[in-house]
């Protein structure tokens, strides 16, 4: 078994496809000791800044004190508490739901929405960028599973025109995690309408981001209602930890007594609870910090146009410097970690073959000092990776669907 082992990870190596695990010591928001330097973090999922927000800190060492640090238990047993049930009244509040459904992470949430609410017999149609999270569910569902181009409307239509008379469940990510794009939430609204079966959205990096209160991508469209499931994290803006689902009354009882990752998972920390809570407060009374946010991504975007890269308009705090090539993308990385600026290489099977890139991505939390240090670092090395021909910021600047 060793053998084989160690022929797998020297194949990895040989592709530059090899992983390993960066260690950091004194996370301080955007700032992290790694390998006894500081670094800046530009490549992290905190976009508000919250999980160092010493009130939501605050509310998790209080809980701990009356809570103790784990439940115990599985919601269904005895690891139900009152945090518990006040964070998911207030996450189906702010998400303009009539319930919700915590889990123990966002992975976990997209696996027990999809394998509950699918079965043999059904059919899945998703957007060929969702999440693995959700390709992995719609697999372990044993559901048919039919996969349309990216944000490719007319071909999803086409799919679910083939199968009707069969159970649909449409997915789609609200915000593309790899490339920081945003879906047609009206359009996947209309063919669910259309052609009568079941909308799941993925809002997990639009939530706290996108829409004038932060409610995510279906507030200003007011299309919430329209979506039958809403999964989202408290990972990312809100800066804890946990997945949950929000939708109708009928469809949380039914997750909670036919979705496994639920059922059978130990719950949420209460601790953690109470700072989602408090994080989700934050999010509604101060939106100067959202503002913040977005003030920072369109500096970076105009910071980065001015250093000679090609962008898409900024539509998330997601931006993709597209390389190619593993290899080079690696080195890319190893250049900004010269200058103390930690992205990691993002390489297959996260993107395509071929798609190699690093993922940056903006905080509330970065300073103006921050913003201008990492675009002068791109604008050193762009000279040594990119041609004048080559688009690295825009990956929508592509081959054609067909």
Not at 195 to 215: E, F, K, M, P, T
Request: net charge neutral; hydrophobic share 40%; glycine share 8%.
């Amino acid at each position: 078994m060793n053998t084989f082992l160690e022929k797998e990870i020297s194949e990895l190596k040989d592709t530059h496809l090899y992983r390993r695990l960066k260690t950091l010591k004194k996370i301080d928001g955007v700032r992290a000791v790694f390998e006894g330097r500081e670094v800046l973090l530009f490549c992290g999922n905190d976009y508000l800044g919250l999980s160092r927000d010493p009130r939501v800190i605050d509310a998790a060492v209080t809980t701990a004190q009356t809570h103790g640090v784990g439940s115990g238990a599985a919601r269904l047993i005895s690891g139900s508490t009152d945090w518990h049930a006040r964070l998911e009244e207030e996450i189906a509040r702010f998400k303009g739901t009539a319930a919700a459904l915590l889990y123990s992470s966002g992975y976990l949430a997209n696996l027990g929405i999809l394998t509950a609410l699918a079965g043999k017999g059904d059919v899945i149609v998703m957007d060929k960028l969702c999440h693995a999270s959700a390709i992995d569910a719609a697999r372990l569902s044993q559901a048919t599973v039919r996969v349309f181009p990216h944000k490719n409307y007319r071909r999803c239509d086409e799919i679910l025109q083939r199968n009707k008379g069969a159970r649909t469940i449409l997915v789609s990510d609200s915000v593309f995690s790899m490339d920081g794009d945003v879906a047609d939430l009206e359009e996947l609204v209309r063919l669910k309408g259309k052609h009568d079966g079941l909308l799941v959205i993925d809002d997990a990096h639009g939530i706290g981001v996108l829409g004038s209160r932060g409610r995510g991508a279906a507030e200003d469209s007011n299309l919430t209602s329209r979506i039958d499931v809403t999964m989202g994290t408290l990972s990312k803006s809100i800066g804890c930890l946990g997945g949950f689902a929000a939708g109708s009354a009928a469809m949380i009882d039914y997750l909670i007594n036919f979705s496994r990752p639920f059922i059978f998972d130990t719950s949420l920390p209460p601790l953690l609870c109470a700072a989602a809570s408090r994080a989700l407060e934050l999010v509604d009374q101060e939106p100067e910090i959202r503002m913040r946010l977005w003030k920072n991504i369109h500096k970076v975007h105009a910071g980065l146009k001015k250093a000679g890269y090609s962008l898409a308009p900024a539509s998330s705090p997601i931006i993709p410097i597209v390389v190619g090539g593993e290899e080079s993308a690696l080195a890319l990385a190893e250049a900004l970690l010269r200058e103390g600026i930690l992205v990691p290489a993002v390489r297959y099977p996260t993107v395509p073959k071929g798609k190699a890139r690093l993922r940056l991505t903006v905080s509330a939390a970065h300073q103006d000092r921050d913003i201008e240090y990492v675009i002068k670092a791109l604008f050193r090395v762009k000279k040594h990776f990119f041609s004048d021909k080559i688009d690295p910021l825009n990956p929508f600047v592509e081959e054609t669907v067909q």
